[in-house]
């Protein structure tokens, strides 16, 4: 529900399904292009480019929902999953060399849109199920590192999540953010824009500065 003291005429601008559903697919194109160009660096035919842009977009999505025991799962009802999957992946196999210098900054940036959407819409949909906040937070993360997991995984990479890098961190200060914002009243899209942007605020300026946790390291003497 949209609360009251805000601006009804601003507010009703926004059909808060309708941005819901927006990010998601703004989720699942940017996932779908970083498991697209991953593949096609390593020299994946067509189908193993669209294989693995399939499991990058809906995998952890799909783990979510499974643990909720929502079914039938989202990507089975609407097919406008699937078509979005299979036309981004397509566009990028057509017109992304595999051999770019711009590779691996392509790929951080797609993974940080999706790791921005797909937190926020994981933890909505546990949400919408009855999950208390710690559970919600969780599945929020699911929902962003199961399919890049699996995507570094056929693609013989290690895994991103398993690095030093700030990603999951991003991920729950992002989700942390969503519910300070919600218990104080805010209006749901203004909580879910700001949520997104702080999330690909962190994992950008985290990429920029090379910010990255250290390794516990017990030495003998």
């Known amino acids: 529900m949209i609360p009251s003291s805000l601006d009804n005429a601003l507010i009703t601008t926004f059909d808060p399904r309708s941005l819901v559903f927006l990010f998601d697919m703004i989720g699942i194109v940017a996932c ?111 929902t962003i590192i199961v399919g890049g997991i699996i995507r570094d995984m056929i693609c013989n990479e290690i895994p991103l999540v398993l690095q030093q890098e700030i990603y999951i961190t991003a991920a729950l200060a992002g989700g942390v953010l969503y519910f300070v914002m919600l218990s104080l009243g805010i209006a749901d899209w203004v909580t879910e824009i700001t949520t997104m942007l702080t999330i690909f605020t962190i994992r950008m300026l985290a990429i920029r500065y090379d910010w990255q946790f250290p390794q516990i390291e017990w030495q003998r003497r």
């Open 32 to 142: 779908s292009v970083s498991g697209t160009i991953l593949a096609k660096h390593k020299n994946f035919d067509v189908f193993g480019c669209l294989l693995v842009s399939m499991v990058t977009a809906i995998g952890g999505g799909t783990v979510r929902d499974v643990i909720l025991d929502r079914h039938p799962l989202f990507w089975m009802v609407d097919m406008s999953y699937l078509t979005v999957i299979t036309a981004s992946s397509l566009v990028m196999q057509i017109f992304f060399h595999p051999n770019s210098k711009r590779v691996d900054r392509f790929l951080k940036l797609s993974d940080t849109i999706g790791l921005s959407a797909f937190t926020l819409i994981g933890i909505k949909v546990a949400q919408s199920m009855g999950a208390n906040i710690p559970v919600s937070l969780l599945l929020g993360v699911i």
